[in-house]
């Protein structure tokens, strides 16, 4: 059960002392809410990472190499409802604030080509380690429509597949001694524990069906041992059973990515839930990973097919490899196809406007996630893990002060300037849509901003370029920090029941 941070950890998270510019001031944030047992809190364990321990660890930081986030649209984006790729664009240059983001030409996608275009590719080609994902397994009953952005690993030295880390993760601690197989109970045999220590028992490796194992001890005296008492049944009566198990397989299928005149084979599936084409998410990672420009920060793909990865996904909205590459989709955004709540009232404005919502909520996200940002514990947050629709719904679109000041200590920019020009962009560019909400928020974080004194914001950026250590923190602001203290004690966020 997870255990909501109190007040002061979560101001310590930001930093000692708070820089005045990153204050939680109790007209912009909220403390994390104590999550249902349903919620991702619950579901997940998360360690949070506090602004020190972002400088401390590793972290990603674009250069003059590697200076370009790309983002590049896998099959077409010319759809009814399809979130507007150009807004999307243009979101990513407000909130991190760069211009250094290009849209790159779509890859086509292939469902029948020729066969004489088929290219077969090295199928030893593996995904760099997965960073974050964001899935709905069957295994997940409380989870039916995820949106949830999932922390499962970074850093290995061996590259694996996509599919395998995820998978490994998932995987419970200790093995279950008691699984299933055809319609029989199957139980794993350990000499350590086994209460028959006379008989022959099979290697701790052996799996041994419980009838077998019964009619191994009552013929024992015949002199027949286990392993051969299990080669008569398996190849016996269950063989059959097994030749037509292996002619029911479906055999695999496949879709295709057009790369100039190649063309990549991606395995596709029918929607265990609906009747929609689902593509392998780890077998585009794999073909990204090979098109990353050599000027690129990242390198992102946006579709609007279904993806999964595992076989038992219901499906998966998106992941990111350590490689700097990843793939989203936004086709469970679209809430009138897997028939929402209240769906089918919803204005054809309305649909688009959540669409979008949704969408550059998930896009920056993922993003900030290559940087090296992990969930955020402390806060209400763009940087919460959601397991739901509804928890991805309300989620902030903004980052609280941890995370801002990660964000800031990576790219430098002027935080009073990166608002106003996301005032601009909610008010300019989304005049079309329904974002009041978001433009109201931003206007309260500009006026409190424009009330910090000249000296109270060198300070928070003095802090940001040279952050200090659990040990200095408390001394490194000197005389100035107590100059401003009473003042910005006033703006400190109290917490509200709820």
């Not at 809190?41 to 020190?52: A, H, I, M, S």
């Not at 080509?113 to 593996?126: M, R």
């Not at 799996?207 to 024992?220: K, Q, T, Y």
């Not at 406007?353 to 402390?378: D, P, Q």
Request: net charge negative; proline share 5%.
């Amino acid at each position: 059960m997870f255990k909501v941070p109190s007040q002061g950890t979560s101001l310590s998270a930001i930093g000692e002392p708070v820089p005045p510019i990153y204050l939680p001031i109790s007209d912009c944030y909220e403390y994390v809410p104590l999550p249902g047992p349903n919620d991702w809190l619950n579901q997940y364990q998360e360690e949070g990472q506090t602004f020190n321990d972002f400088v401390n660890g590793e972290f990603e930081a674009p250069d003059e190499t590697r200076k370009k986030i790309y983002l590049v649209p896998i099959g077409s984006f010319n759809k009814d409802h399809a979130p507007n790729i150009d807004i999307l664009v243009k979101y990513v240059k407000v909130f991190f604030d760069t211009d250094r983001v290009e849209l790159l030409p779509a890859i086509e996608i292939q469902e029948n080509p020729s066969p004489s275009n088929k290219l077969e590719i090295d199928n030893t080609t593996k995904s760099n380690d997965v960073v974050d994902a964001t899935v709905c397994s069957l295994n997940d009953t409380n989870r039916t429509n995820c949106s949830g952005k999932t922390k499962v690993g970074k850093g290995s030295s061996n590259k694996k597949n996509a599919r395998d880390l995820l998978h490994s993760h998932r995987k419970p601690k200790s093995s279950s001694k008691i699984t299933t197989n055809d319609d029989e109970d199957i139980m794993e045999i350990d000499p350590s524990t086994s209460s028959t220590p006379e008989l022959p028992i099979p290697k701790a490796s052996t799996i041994v069906s419980v009838n077998i194992l019964n009619e191994f001890i009552n013929n024992n005296s015949e002199g027949e041992d286990a392993t051969s008492l299990i080669s008569k049944k398996h190849n016996g009566t269950n063989n059959k059973e097994r030749k037509d198990k292996k002619k029911k397989r479906k055999k695999k299928e496949y879709i295709y990515l057009k790369l100039g005149e190649k063309l990549e084979p991606v395995t596709c599936r029918k929607a265990l839930d609906f009747d929609e084409l689902q593509l392998c998410i780890s077998d585009i990672l794999d073909i990204l990973e090979c098109t990353v420009p050599s000027d690129a920060f990242c390198l992102i793909g946006l579709t609007l097919w279904d993806l999964y990865m595992d076989a038992s996904d219901l499906f998966i909205v998106g992941l990111s490899s350590s490689g700097f590459s990843g793939c989203f989709s936004f086709a469970r955004y679209d809430p009138v196809p897997y028939k929402e709540t209240n769906c089918m009232s919803m204005s054809d404005q309305e649909r688009e406007n959540l669409i979008l919502k949704r969408s550059l909520k998930t896009l920056v996200h993922e993003i900030l996630h290559l940087f090296g940002i992990s969930h955020c514990i402390y806060f209400s947050c763009l940087m919460n893990g959601t397991a739901s629709l509804y928890e991805d719904d309300m989620a902030p679109f903004y980052l609280c002060p941890v995370c801002e000041r990660k964000l800031q200590y990576v790219l430098k920019f002027d935080v009073l300037q990166r608002y106003k020009n996301m005032l601009n962009f909610f008010t300019n560019d989304l005049s079309e849509f329904n974002f009041k909400e978001e433009t109201t928020w931003v206007t309260k974080k500009l006026a409190y901003l424009n009330s910090l004194t000249e000296e109270e914001i060198e300070l928070s950026y003095k802090e940001v370029v040279i952050p200090s250590s659990s040990s200095s923190s408390h001394n490194h602001y000197g005389s100035s920090q107590e100059k401003c203290k009473s003042r910005c004690d006033q703006r400190i966020l109290r917490s509200t029941k709820k």
